[in-house]
């Protein structure tokens, strides 16, 4: 590139010309919950998943009794949920989302047990995916194994709204 730099309003050290609009809308509503304790894990099922610690919760609409994140606002959702267990690696783990009561069909991946270990020696299932939503959409995080009684530990929930 050569030539004259063109940049408008207050930006410094640029190198280039910046075009294009401000990106304006809202990413709300928006919420992460989260869970440090332990909880069992049955074989085979899928069980519903409830962090009960709000991080934030931009427009109270994660509630912790039921594990439900209910939007209220239309729009496209990105939703990441996350578990963390103690288990053989030649096993199965899923983390998936339910919507309206329903495993949520492009969320229901399952993965290696042992394939993804954090810091603290634990393995852990996660899951990420862009939901539509209407403004009664319910959404809920699901675990599912398939080693046995399973003790888990290390749950996350969090959603937010892509700007329209």
């Known amino acids: 590139m050569t030539g004259i730099v063109n940049v408008t309003g207050a930006r410094s050290g640029v190198i280039g010309t910046i075009t294009g609009e401000v990106v304006s809308g809202s990413s709300t509503p928006t919420f992460m919950a989260y869970d440090t304790g332990a909880f069992g894990l049955a074989a085979s099922t899928y069980v519903l998943l409830k962090p009960g610690t709000v991080v934030f919760d931009t427009n109270s609409t994660y509630t912790t009794g039921t594990g439900k994140f209910v939007p209220g606002v239309a729009g496209k959702y990105v939703l990441f949920g996350q578990w963390a267990h103690n288990a053989n ?59 046995g009684a399973e003790a888990c530990t290390r749950l996350f929930f969090m959603g937010w709204k892509l700007l329209d």
Do not use: L
């Not at 783990?93 to 954090?118: E, L, Q």
């Not at 996660?126 to 009664?136: A, Q, R």
């Open 89 to 147: 690696p030649a096993n199965q783990a899923k983390c998936v989302f339910y919507k309206d009561g329903a495993v949520y069909p492009v969320a229901d991946i399952g993965s290696n047990m042992g394939t993804h270990i954090d810091a603290h020696g634990y393995n852990t299932t996660s899951t990420t995916c862009i939901v539509e939503s209407s403004t009664s959409s319910e959404f809920q995080i699901y675990g599912w194994q398939d080693r």
